[in-house]
């Protein structure tokens, strides 16, 4: 989808990109088709662990600002959407195109109205169910730039899961932690640290890392989570390897990809979950009642417990991974 509006933009010239510079590439994500580029001029920056090592792969990470041109892949957030074009805005030399991009789904139309009445905009390029603009870069959007936000003593950003405070399942989850738990803990998918937080509480714990993919959110649970015994790791949590076997595993999995549910991401976390324990070890998930888990767990464990269900959330706990089969 946005391969197509990138191609017609080119080909159309309503953008022209520089013949010489670096051009950067804010947020794209595995699957968006970057070929009209000219490979070798361009950055790509992102925050998201999967999608950069997808990129980086294709030796298309590297290189700071200034930018020749810039084009901004919108992310869902408002407030994430307006912070990323103003970084593009300040890294981008004046003078060279930044082009916005994005579905009507997550809001282009919303941010081009915003943009417009800050810059002189291009007239918007319609196809594939969203729309492109451009702008030069030169004005300053400065005041768009996202910054932190407190919730209940925690810090987190527009744009990460859950940026306006601890989400049900999470609460849901830590009311029902035990007050014992192993000394060797992770938490996949750890967001800004709030169940961190909670698993810290336990004396018993002795070493607990926190896995995150979004960089982001990894960086307001380094400012939240100031226990010695914590440890960060920006990673994909379905590839993670622990550096020993682990006691515990605690996570509330993503299970969607944009707008569309996909509990393959849920069932994921669940396989890697079995890999990371030890073999008495346990996994304490909270998930929505709806997601297809139960066949995954079962192949994945050989104890199962269901310990709470509260509205469309429900608690499992899971003892004694199963082998990996061959």
Known sequence: MRSARLSLALETG????PSQGRIAVYRPRIGDDLSDLPRDRVTVLTGFKPDHDHFAAMDSVSAGPPYAAAIVCLPRSREAARGLIARAAAEVAPGGWIAVDGQKTDGIDTALKDLRARVDLSESLS??????????????????????????????????FSADGPDRGSVLLASVLPAKLGGKV?????????????????????????????????????????DPRARFHWADATTWRPETLL?????????HRGREADPALGAGFIRAARRMLA???????VANRHLPYDAVLADSFLEL??????????????????RAKP
């Not at 006691?247 to 299970?255: A, E, K, R, S, T």
């Not at 509205?311 to 004694?320: D, L, M, N, S």
């Open 247 to 255: 006691d515990v595993v605690v996570m509330n999995p993503p299970f």
């Open 14 to 17: 309503a953008l022209d990109l």
């Open 305 to 322: 417990r269901e310990v709470m269900t509260d509205g469309g959330f429900r608690v499992i706990q899971a003892i004694k991974p199963k």
């Open 186 to 226: 992770a938490d996949l998918g750890a967001g800004w640290g709030f169940l961190a937080a909670e698993i810290l509480r336990r004396p018993g714990v002795r070493r607990l890392d926190l896995v995150e993919a979004e960089a982001d959110a990894l960086d307001c649970a380094r400012v939240n989570i100031t």
């Open 279 to 285: 073999p008495s070890g346990e996994l304490w998930l």
């Open 127 to 160: 196809k594939a169910h969203g729309k492109l603009a451009a702008f030069l870069a030169g004005p300053d959007l400065s005041d768009w730039l996202a910054r932190p936000h407190r919730v209940d003593g925690f810090q987190t950003l527009p744009g990460i």
